[in-house]
């Protein structure tokens, strides 16, 4: 956790956000706690079953009306006004504005800092010092994207040489999916692994859950909900 604390308006730079808010964790190793949101705008892959595509899809949304440019100290001050101890930083793939997450990270003390990345780009040393867990969700097949543009090896192994990263899969045929991501688990020596199921309502998340339990036991994994989604929170 960063302990230095640095006063607001010494903190420079901008960040281009989606939008920002409080909430609690739905996903992976720290599902149910409180915290707030950064969402940063824009990103370098196009997930056929992206959830968040007004952050990047300039085809269906104007980036002048679901985006904006926010001073970083205006963010530290948003974050500590919220009194809360966790911040998660995601997207979009908020890792193509790494000197807005650093300034963002620097600034906030006692707050633990999550980073959702979809494991192209790799951190510089400075921001993967102020990260208190990565939770990299490298795609899959399922994804729609070539291998070559999902699957980055240099920045799979700079996250995982951290020893505070995560590696999560979002299945949706877990037959298919399963086998591509023990593939990639292996190849890329990737651990510890979390499987979730994808879906954007309660029906396909539960069901999603019933088919991944007991395979993922057996390969040593874990699993994640999506409790946003189970609870209809944001």
């Known amino acids: 956790m960063n302990t230095l604390t640095v006063a607001p308006e010494r903190v420079e730079g901008s960040a281009i956000l989606t939008e920002k808010f409080e909430s609690f964790q739905g996903e992976g190793p720290w599902t149910g706690q409180r915290c ?11 997930c056929g079953f992206c959830d968040t595509p007004e952050s990047w899809d300039w085809s269906r949304y104007n980036p002048a009306e679901v985006s904006e440019r926010a001073p970083v100290a205006e963010l530290v001050s948003w974050v500590r006004e919220r009194g809360v101890d966790m911040m998660v930083i995601t997207g979009g793939e908020p890792m193509l504005q790494q000197p807005a997450m650093t300034a963002l990270a620097r600034g906030l003390a006692n707050v633990r800092v999550q980073v959702e990345t979809n494991g192209t780009i790799a951190p510089t040393p400075e921001l993967a010092s102020l990260v208190d867990l990565w939770v990299v969700s490298p795609k899959l097949a399922n994804s729609g994207m070539t291998y070559s543009t999902r699957i980055k090896p240099a920045a799979l192994s700079a996250f995982a040489v951290t020893d505070r990263a995560v590696f999560k899969f979002v299945v949706t045929e877990p037959d298919r999916d399963l086998d591509e991501i023990a593939q990639l688990v292996e190849e890329h020596q990737l651990a510890p692994v979390w499987v979730m199921p994808e879906g ?35």
Not at 36 to 46: A, G
Not at 207 to 228: F, I, P, Q
């Open 36 to 46: 707030v949101f950064v969402r940063f705008s824009r990103c370098n892959l196009r």
């Open 200 to 234: 954007t309502t309660r029906e396909k998340i539960l069901a999603g859950m019933d088919a991944l339990y007991s395979r993922a036991t057996e390969r040593g994994w874990n699993v994640s909900t999506r409790l946003h989604i189970l609870t209809g929170a944001r």
